[in-house]
């Protein structure tokens, strides 16, 4: 399928109607079913670029479909919800979305969102592993202390061993990597990994880094360091 491809689950017809619509005007292909198990078969049959899904489905619990999404595509999990609160996000990105927007929504901000997605660089399948991709790039690998980054394949290791991270939290650290003991601002990150300078799209920033710096610890990284500037943003201290 060429790159473009959007798949919207929507269980609600006029919202699912209204998103394909617009979508479909900005020149993207698109799919619209309303249950996780039409989900299931059109992800099997065609991975979509970007998955629109609503958290609140009749068949599925919208947060587990996520999960089990992000261990069979590779693509972007854009989540709707009419919960807003912090928590729903957090739970969401947590399940390896890669962004959120709260109901009701503007159709040309879901747009953006999705279009944002698309610029980020081509990629390949690299294997079920979650969020793992592989770029079109050169090599390039980064250490500091006894973290990895490598570009090309997207991996990230701790002293050897391999660190799960989605599409989201590696472009994160890579950012840091490639500055090390630089303070990068929220701004900063939300512009390069997101291409948005939305303020309202920093609390993304915020989540994503959370998850990251979990991961890592669990990862059993001591050096460098993910430390938060307050009121500022992150830096990778050696």
Known sequence: MTRGSVLVVEDV?????????????????????????ECRAEVAAAPPDVVVLDLELPDADGTELCRELRTRTHAYLLLLSAQADEVDVLVGLAAGADGYMAKPFSTRELTARVQTFLR?????????????VTVRVPATRTTVGDLEVDEATREVRVRGALVPLTRTEFDLLHALARRPGR??????????????????NLRLVEAH???????????????????TVRGVGYRLVA
């Not at 017809?13 to 198990?37: I, N, Q, W």
């Not at 980020?120 to 979650?130: C, D, F, I, K, V």
Request: glycine share 14%; with cysteine; aromatic share 2%.
């Open 209 to 227: 880094m959370s998850n990251l710096r979990r991961k890592l610890a669990v990862g059993g990284l001591g050096r460098p360091e993910l430390r």
């Open 120 to 132: 980020r660089p081509a990629t390949l399948p690299a294997g079920p592993a979650a969020g793992q």
């Open 13 to 37: 017809v006029e919202t699912r109607e209204l998103v394909a619509c617009a979508l479909g005007r900005a020149g993207l292909g698109v799919r619209a079913v309303g249950t996780a198990r």
């Open 183 to 200: 303070v990068l601002p929220r701004e900063v990150l939300l512009h390069e990994v997101w291409h948005s300078d939305w303020e309202g």
